[in-house]
């Protein structure tokens, strides 16, 4: 019971930040900045933070295997290892190519002034 309430809270923590990268990179594809693209960046800068600080691993992973997860890497979530194998390298690069795509386009915009 507490292994698959920490799966579900990764889950969710996964899919949050997925999201938020997401979210960045069509705001570097399409030019639009909401209101929501501070929170998207600190959003995955908190993570970012936690995971760097914690050594390069999510604090739940440990949890995860405190209580009965034997992988330690992706099965603390409810996606398969194919699912999440790639993850930071597909969407560290995501995140780079939006977060230059949005700089780019907020120079281009402050040039023009």
């Known amino acids: 019971m507490r292994l698959a309430l920490v799966k579900a809270v ?5 899919l949050v ?10 705001a570097g594809i399409t030019g639009k900045r909401g209101r ?3 929170h998207a960046f600190a959003l995955v800068a908190f993570e970012s933070a936690v995971f760097i600080g914690n050594g390069r691993r999510c ?6 295997q405190r209580w009965g997860d034997h992988k330690g890497y992706v099965g603390d979530t409810f996606f398969s290892e194919r699912c999440t194998r790639h993850t930071f390298s597909v969407f560290g ?14 120079l281009r915009e402050r040039c023009r002034r």
């Open 17 to 26: 930040q997925v999201a938020a990268i997401l979210y960045i990179l069509a």
């Open 10 to 14: 990764h889950t969710v923590f996964y």
């Open 59 to 64: 604090p739940l992973t440990a949890l995860a």
């Open 93 to 106: 690069s995501l995140l780079a190519l939006g977060t230059g795509l949005v700089a780019a386009r907020a």
């Open 36 to 38: 929501y693209l501070p």
